[in-house]
């Protein structure tokens, strides 16, 4: 098993530009999540999905955007890249929302992003 | 709303010493707590989780914490540090409906 798996590893954009953060996971979980990372101020939840065909705001929604492709995949879509925007992301997963005994949060590698 | 604190943003302990990182909670519902570590360049790694059941947790790599609601508290400790326990450590709560909110991370250095 690969786990949690998150493309690109490092990006940099101008401001203005757009692009889509990919993850996936192959552990059949139901909950995906995306946070950003910043220092000194630890992980921010972005967005989530409890399960498949729902997103939720979490923290820092403003200048996101998600999808919830299927049971795999979680998507993060920056519209117009702000350099306030400049973080590492990760995606995280955990078999339900549901049962508080399951929701424990698996972590990808990151994603590093830079916006000029 | 939940929240925690870690105090002390780095911590310097020598080769064999006793590792404390500290973490106190705010909760509004009965807690589950976590300690991730996260290595350089990498994600993050569930060392433990308290769920309720025994308050001590020990989790991976000879660490444990203790849960202490009187003074909610949820320290996590190592009796002697490596030298490849040098890493972030974060610690979160867990508000019961799908989110965990994380503390602000305490950088661990071990000297040799």
């Known amino acids: 098993n690969a786990g949690v798996t998150q493309t690109p590893k490092f990006q940099v954009l101008k401001t203005g530009q757009s692009m889509t953060l990919q993850c996936a996971q192959d552990?059949?979980?139901?909950?995906m999540y995306w946070y950003r990372q910043d220092p000194g101020m630890g992980l921010r939840l972005i967005y989530y999905?409890?399960?498949?065909?729902?997103?939720d705001k979490g923290e820092v929604p403003n200048g996101y955007n998600v999808s919830r492709l299927n049971k795999r995949e979680f998507s993060l879509r920056l519209e117009s890249a702000a350099p306030s925007q400049t973080s590492v992301y990760f995606c995280?997963?955990?078999?339900?929302?549901?049962?508080?005994?399951?929701?424990?949060?698996?972590f990808g590698p990151g994603t590093r992003l830079l916006v000029l | 709303a939940q929240s925690v604190t870690q105090l002390g943003s780095h911590v310097s302990v020598s080769e064999g010493a006793l590792v404390l990182l500290r973490c106190n909670y705010s909760s509004s519902v009965p807690p589950y707590l976590f300690w991730y570590v996260q290595y350089p360049n990498q994600g993050l790694q569930l060392l433990l989780k308290?769920?309720?059941?025994?308050?001590l947790v020990k989790g991976i790599n000879g660490f444990e914490a203790e849960f202490k609601k009187s003074e909610t508290s949820f320290h996590l400790t190592k009796p002697s540090a490596h030298m490849s326990d040098a890493a972030e450590y974060f610690c979160a709560v867990s508000d019961g409906f799908q989110k965990l909110v994380f503390g602000t991370g305490t950088r661990l250095l071990v000297s040799p």
């Open positions: 552990m059949n979980h139901n909950s």
């Open positions: 308290y769920t309720s059941a025994a308050t």
């Open positions: 999905s409890a399960s498949e065909g729902t997103t």
């Open positions: 995280a997963s955990s078999e339900t929302a549901w049962d508080r005994d399951q929701e424990t949060q698996y």
